[in-house]
Nanobody, 127 residues
Framework: QVHLVESGGGLVQAGGSLRLSCAASGRTVSRDILGWFRQAPGKEREFVAAISWSASSTNYADSVKGRFTISRDNVKNSVYLQMNSLNPEDTAVYYC????????????????????WGQGTLVTVSS
């Protein structure tokens, strides 16, 4: 059983940056697709970004393309989300997620396809 723990959330001003980290324990996730979702107050959880197990393929929501970068370190069993040019619409609880891996180029991840979740970390962007 995989246990995910997110960190790095907090309060930041609009235009600022944050880096989220997610550490996995319980087993290696080096062959799983890892990603991030977020849920804003009163809204449904939505996809943010995902990365293939080989890190050769990434996938982003249109709303974060060019501002967010997902990366992973299979030695550390971790995934990261660098968030730049943050705006108040990015305010949400950010969840780390994993999906059992397939090909080295597969970075597809949907809400219904997630196999395990973290508990979330709150990101608040002030205007």
């Amino acid at each position: 059983q995989v246990h995910l723990v997110e960190s790095g959330g907090g309060l930041v001003q609009a235009g600022g940056s944050l880096r989220l980290s997610c550490a996995a324990s319980g087993r290696t996730v080096s062959r799983d697709i890892l990603g991030w979702f977020r849920q804003a107050p009163g809204k449904e959880r939505e996809f943010v970004a995902a990365i293939s197990w080989s890190a050769s393929s990434t996938n982003y929501a249109d709303s974060v393309k060019g501002r967010f970068t997902i990366s992973r370190d299979n030695v550390k069993n971790s995934v990261y989300l660098q968030m730049n040019s943050l705006n108040p619409e990015d305010t949400a609880v950010y969840y780390c997620a994993g999906r059992y891996g397939s090909s080295r180029y597969d970075s597809g991840m949907s809400l219904g396809g997630v196999n395990y979740w973290g508990q979330g970390t709150l990101v608040t962007v002030s205007s």
